[in-house]
């Protein structure tokens, strides 16, 4: 049978062989059910092995015949796939996890861990990824709580980007573990919120009033200037140039889980930037400088108990959550302040392009956002008006 199945071949030759190379033609049906088959299947079997080699020819033949047969690649992935749960699985994808060529950083790590302890590992960690279908997936997605649709994108953004990673080769060259995504065509998305909330003057001036006197002014950077939380967090004294009434970006506060991390680059590259900002705000600042004993070289906000370190974020946002209060706006967020700020200038007619220079924007349906808000307050201006000539008297 073997000698009508497939061939043997000693190597490097027939003289002096120290190996045996069995090989057979791949089936013709299996090209149609797996892609990128090679047209000949082979093993190498050491010389005292002829008989392993004859027996792995007759297997093949057999399963062929029987219409069984499976690819040797496609029982190594099965093989993984059985023993890979997400949680095996995830600490290597996250090590590895690349974008555009680039490592993750510390806080983007974090991020992703933080959703995946959360959220994924006590319903999927102990699946294998092998056994994920979309009834899975869905069944996932309805589990999440609606009422945070931030929460429900970026765990579906990180399981999404865990079984897109599995239906790829490993790095060494193992297989893929997945060979259909579990995520159907029609995916109900999770939609953005894109209702800007923003503050008025009053509510901004009652908050900043309200702040320890050693962060007050951030929430004018924030408010004034479209500054990020993080951004703000990281600025130095030398960021300021007083005399020009600039504020370079050139760092963010990361936020990992033992702040090792203290600082990094901005979100995007666009994120890195040199800001005008209003004379008052450069006056405020000089005369905060100088109250709080800075230096050129001191973080802006630093802790309270060690000037050589920046605030955290998350410390910085429990004093604005305070201050908040006494403006009554228990929705406003501190990244509403940016908001504020943005829709604020598309009022007084910023383009596009100006307020994506501002923010630090790369996508132009970003700044577009408060252009909207901006036309929409506007609407309501004008019914108010119409409202007093036309309304019942």
Known sequence: MVKDFGTLSYRPNKENPTRIVARYHTPMYAFSLWQGLPKVQSKSFPIMQQRAAEDWLRKAEYEIEERIWVPPQEVKRREIAERTTFNAYFPSWLENRRVKGKSLKASTKYSITKAYENHIKPILGEVALADITAQMVNDFRSSLDSSRPDMVRTTMRVLRAIVNSALRPSLNGEPPILKISPFTVGEAKVERNHKVVIATPEEVKTIYEEMPEAYAPSVLLASLGAFRIGEICALKVSDIDFKRNTVTISRTRATTPNATVLTTSPKTENSNRCEVISGELVECLKKFVKEQGLSKDDWLFPTRTDKTTPIRTNTLRYYYDKAKLAANRPDLHFHDLRHT??????????????????????????????????????REQAEALGGRLFGES
Do not use: F, N
């Open 341 to 378: 700020c943005l829709t604020w200038l598309a009022q007084s007619g910023a383009t596009v392009k100006e307020l994506m220079d501002m923010a630090g924007h790369s996508d132009p349906k970003i700044a577009m956002i408060y252009q909207h808000a901006a036309d929409e307050r506007r």
